[in-house]
C-alpha cells in the first residue's frame, strides 16, 4: 500500500491526502480551527474475550488457563478536527432530538453530520472499494454511534468535492501534472474555496 508524506503525515492513500489538503485550505481560510489530527486515536468497540479452560497437570498444581474466544473491535478515525463559527454555521449538522439546536444547525445542504457540535470525526474512502472494507467500516460506524454516541463522517473526495470545494493541490499528480478522468480533469466541475467563499459569505453566517 503507497504512502503520501503531507505535513508530517504519513498518509495512507491519495483520498486521505486530498481530503487533508481541503483541511489545509479550510484551515487557512477560517473555516476548520488550527490543529486538525490525523489518526489522533482509537476507540474500543468491542473488548477481548474469553473463556477459561480447567488443565489438570501430573507433576504440577492444576491449574486454570484463560484461552481467547474472539479478538476485541477497535476503529480509528482518520481526521478528527474543529470548526470555526463560519464552518460550523455552513457546513455542520447536529444529530439531536433539541429543536433549539435543529433550527439553528440543521439544513439538507451541509455536509457533516455530529454530535458533538462543532468536533468532526471522518474516514476516508475512495470511489472504489479496493480494499474491501466498506462494510466494516459501516458496521463499525453503526456501533460506534448505538455504544460511543459518535458519529464517523465517511468521505469520498470526488462526491465531497462538488459539494464544497477542490483544493488547488488535489487537481495536481504527485508529479505536479494535471489529474485527468477520461480526458477530462479530475475535478471538473468543482468550484474553489474563493468559490464557496463567494457563495456564501463570512458575515452572513448562512443556517
Given at each position: 500500500?503507497?504512502?503520501?508524506?503531507?505535513?508530517?503525515m504519513?498518509?495512507?492513500?491519495?483520498e486521505?491526502?486530498?481530503?487533508?489538503?481541503?483541511?489545509?485550505?479550510a484551515?487557512k481560510?477560517?473555516?476548520?480551527?488550527?490543529g486538525?489530527?490525523?489518526?489522533?486515536?482509537?476507540?474500543?468497540?468491542?473488548?477481548?474475550?474469553e473463556?477459561?479452560?480447567?488443565?489438570?497437570m501430573?507433576?504440577?498444581?492444576?491449574?486454570?488457563?484463560?484461552?481467547?474466544?474472539?479478538?476485541?473491535?477497535?476503529?480509528?478515525?482518520?481526521?478528527?478536527?474543529?470548526?470555526?463559527?463560519?464552518?460550523?454555521?455552513?457546513?455542520?449538522?447536529?444529530?439531536?432530538?433539541?429543536?433549539?439546536?435543529?433550527?439553528?444547525?440543521n439544513?439538507?445542504?451541509?455536509?457533516?453530520?455530529?454530535t458533538?457540535?462543532?468536533?468532526?470525526?471522518?474516514?476516508?474512502?475512495g470511489?472504489?472499494?479496493?480494499?474491501?472494507?466498506?462494510r466494516e467500516?459501516?458496521?463499525?460506524?453503526?456501533?460506534?454511534?448505538?455504544?460511543?454516541?459518535?458519529?464517523?463522517?465517511?468521505?469520498?473526495?470526488l462526491?465531497f468535492?462538488?459539494?464544497?470545494?477542490?483544493?488547488?493541490?488535489?487537481?495536481l499528480?504527485?508529479?505536479?501534472s494535471?489529474r485527468?478522468?477520461?480526458?477530462k480533469?479530475?475535478?471538473?466541475?468543482?468550484?474553489?474555496i474563493?468559490?464557496?467563499?463567494?457563495?456564501?459569505?463570512?458575515?452572513?453566517?448562512?443556517?
Amino acid at each position: 500500500m503507497p504512502t503520501y508524506a503531507y505535513n508530517k503525515m504519513s498518509l495512507k492513500s491519495r483520498e486521505e491526502l486530498d481530503f487533508a489538503y481541503w483541511l489545509t485550505e479550510a484551515v487557512k481560510n477560517g473555516i476548520v480551527k488550527e490543529g486538525f489530527e490525523y489518526e489522533p486515536f482509537s476507540y474500543t468497540i468491542i473488548d477481548d474475550a474469553e473463556f477459561a479452560i480447567y488443565r489438570k497437570m501430573k507433576r504440577v498444581d492444576d491449574r486454570i488457563e484463560q484461552k481467547s474466544l474472539f479478538n476485541g473491535w477497535t476503529y480509528t478515525p482518520d481526521f478528527v478536527f474543529e470548526l470555526t463559527d463560519y464552518g460550523t454555521s455552513n457546513l455542520m449538522n447536529v444529530i439531536t432530538d433539541d429543536i433549539d439546536l435543529i433550527r439553528e444547525y440543521n439544513t439538507s445542504r451541509k455536509v457533516f453530520l455530529t454530535t458533538n457540535p462543532g468536533k468532526i470525526e471522518v474516514d476516508t474512502k475512495g470511489v472504489f472499494d479496493r480494499w474491501h472494507d466498506s462494510r466494516e467500516f459501516s458496521h463499525k460506524q453503526k456501533a460506534l454511534f448505538a455504544f460511543h454516541n459518535v458519529y464517523i463522517n465517511k468521505v469520498v473526495p470526488l462526491s465531497f468535492f462538488k459539494k464544497t470545494w477542490v483544493p488547488e493541490l488535489a487537481k495536481l499528480r504527485t508529479s505536479g501534472s494535471p489529474r485527468m478522468t477520461k480526458g477530462k480533469p479530475t475535478f471538473d466541475g468543482c468550484i474553489t474555496i474563493k468559490e464557496f467563499l463567494a457563495k456564501y459569505p463570512k458575515q452572513e453566517m448562512l443556517i
